[in-house]
């Protein structure tokens, strides 16, 4: 019986011993960035975690690795899901066809402009794409900015929807935008961002379709000249952290790592506004041929298609995109 209590108590000593440790052990934490050093998300990435560091006293750290050396986006999400990685700078693009509410975002010109689209996010279809996105076990701790995607080709510049005719466009993976190519009569190629530079150079794609920033940092510009102010999607991105690593810290952990998050966003914001007429001085100097669009309600009446088949499909989500649409 004595040496029975006296086991007990070792064993509970033990148990003490090791939670002590485990709350005096700093949790280092994984990150993933798809963007190369300098660009706007990675360089607020990179403030994120020292803010995370700073602000939890060295309780978290956080390693970050960038220019999607950990793997393409739609796989990055799938481990932030698991809990394979802790956090992502991920676009919503990617997260759509994985989280419904989340898709929403990614219907062509749901948002009017930038201003539009922060006035949403931060209100309460913010709440509701966040909550859409916990239920697939990731939250969005604050919001990044990826500007305007517009179309790009190695061929001709594109005026109106018929010009986008028999082209072969890479897309993002989502079914929407598949159909967004495919409403416009061109043809869509899913593809991950690291192989479009390739692909274009080598005519496996005619063109793309992506901000300033991304078109200049990734050399699509040598490659596919002519840029089309199309501005048909305003997709937001976020700081992801799995749902685990979150709900497991301390309230003052969750706050700090949330603060953090937050102040990179605005790094991140102010830092793509200047990025955003930066990359489009540097490829107008190399040559792109630009165009504005004369009519762009001809590409909103052709995509709509997109809408209609989308909500018909998810009438659920109707009252969120009339959310969005009637957001102020
Ligand atoms: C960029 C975005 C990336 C990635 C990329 C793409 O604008 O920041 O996360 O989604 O576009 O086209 O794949």
Known sequence: ????????????????????????????????????????????????????????????????????????????????????????????????PMAPEANVVSLPFIFKDMGHMHRALDGEAGDKISAGMAKIGIIALAWYDSGARSFYNSKKPIMKPSDVEGLKVRVMNNDLYSGMISALGGNPSPMAFSEVFQSLKTGVVDGAENNWPSYESTGHFEVAKYYSLSQHLIIPECVCINDKVYNNLSDKNKKAVKDAARESAKLQRALWEKRAISSREKVMKAGVKFNEIPNKQAFMDAMTPVHTKYLSANPDLVPLVNLIKNTK
């Open 1 to 96: 019986m004595k040496n029975i209590k006296k086991l007990m108590l070792g064993v509970s000593a033990l148990a003490v011993a090791s939670s002590l440790s485990i709350t005096a052990i700093a949790e280092e934490w994984k990150g993933w960035n798809i963007h190369k050093p300098g660009y706007p998300n990675t360089v607020a990435m990179d403030k994120f975690a020292e803010l995370l560091k700073e602000k939890t006293g060295g309780e978290i750290t956080l390693k970050m690795f960038h220019s999607g050396v950990l793997g393409n986006q739609p796989d990055a999400i799938e481990q932030v899901r698991v809990g394979g990685l802790a956090i992502g700078n991920f676009n919503l693009g990617p997260i759509g």
